[in-house]
């Protein structure tokens, strides 16, 4: 396998297919730039494993691409390989209003009841994706090795995922007791066998899965909206989560920031919002009564015992 993390292997395949081995830099310009956005864009630029027609994206994935080309370009100056970035300065395309579908807690609980006429591994992907909010490239990249029976732990590789971080985090009940039940089925498997694996010889692909979601998404009855998948459970997760620390929530799903979680992942609802008020209404910030002596105090939002006169 490619060295690097799953963005970094697909933008690598997409530049060079588009330049080639033997481009040289110093006649890369903008024009160049602009053809590689259209043909990413329109599908003509393939990025699998084996070269052949593509399939059209949004801005947000030639983003990765554009930039993974600036950050090696700008190793090679820093290198002194060479002079200048010749990409230096140039935008990178974004989507103006991207569409992030969740899927709810009705929904995955119907996804889930067909899971198994799907196929087994489909249902331990769709639980162990809800309950540990970790993308479906990861979670299918998984060893039985990887899994700490004693401690309850799952341990994830950074090859395999976006941020390509190591790390190490807890499983719930539901996620270890159906680790188990498939470690159970498949007794027979070593140690460092993948666990969501159809032939034991290497894990379910992105086409098999997401073939997967469409057929239970059918036959569940359920109407997502365009463009749910996986990782729309990995959405559910930070929404969840909601109130809880924001350093646990970056842990637990392998999240670098608090602005990607606030800005893509976290979603607002009537029933938050409304506890919210609620919240507020028992710490005593409501207005002051008219006639009362103290109507001129506005309550303080850290201590409503004190005001500040006005």
């Known amino acids: 396998m490619e060295p690097g993390t799953f963005t970094d292997r697909r933008s690598r395949r997409a530049i060079l297919r588009f330049f080639g081995t033997n481009k040289a830099v110093e006649e890369i310009t903008r024009l160049h730039w602009d053809r590689f956005i259209r043909l990413r864009s329109s599908g003509q630029l393939a990025t699998g494993e084996k070269p052949g027609k593509g399939r059209p994206v949004k801005s947000r994935i030639i983003g990765y691409d554009l930039l993974f080309l600036r950050a090696v370009f700008n190793w090679a100056v820093d290198c002194k390989l060479i002079a200048e970035n010749p990409l230096k300065g140039l935008k990178i395309p974004k989507e103006k209003n991207p569409h992030r579908p969740r899927v709810t807690q009705e929904e995955y609980e119907a996804l889930l009841a067909v899971g198994d006429e799907i196929h087994p591994l489909f249902t331990l992907a769709l639980l162990l994706v809800h309950e540990t909010g970790h993308r479906q490239q990861s979670v299918c990249h998984l060893r039985w090795s990887d899994i700490d029976w004693k401690r309850g732990t799952v341990s994830w590789r950074g090859e395999f ?68 998948g996986f990782h729309s459970l990995r959405k559910k997760f930070a929404t969840d989560l909601k109130g809880e620390a924001m350093v646990d929530i970056m842990a637990l799903g392998g999240w670098k920031s608090e602005r990607t979680i606030l800005q893509c992942y976290q979603e607002s609802d009537q029933d938050s919002m409304r506890g919210a008020l609620e919240r507020r209404k028992k710490h005593g910030n409501e207005l002051p009564h008219c006639g009362n002596k103290s109507s001129n105090l506005l309550p303080h939002p850290l201590n409503p015992k004190f005001g500040k006169r006005v």
């Open 161 to 228: 995922d976006k941020g390509g971080i190591n790390m190490e985090t807890p499983l719930s009940d539901l996620a270890l007791a159906a680790l188990k039940k498939e470690r159970r089925r498949r007794a027979s498997i070593g140690g460092e066998g993948w666990i969501i694996s159809v032939d034991e010889i290497q894990p379910c692909g992105r086409t098999t899965m997401s073939r997967w979601f469409r057929d239970a998404t059918t036959l569940a009855g359920v109407h997502l909206p365009p463009r749910s």
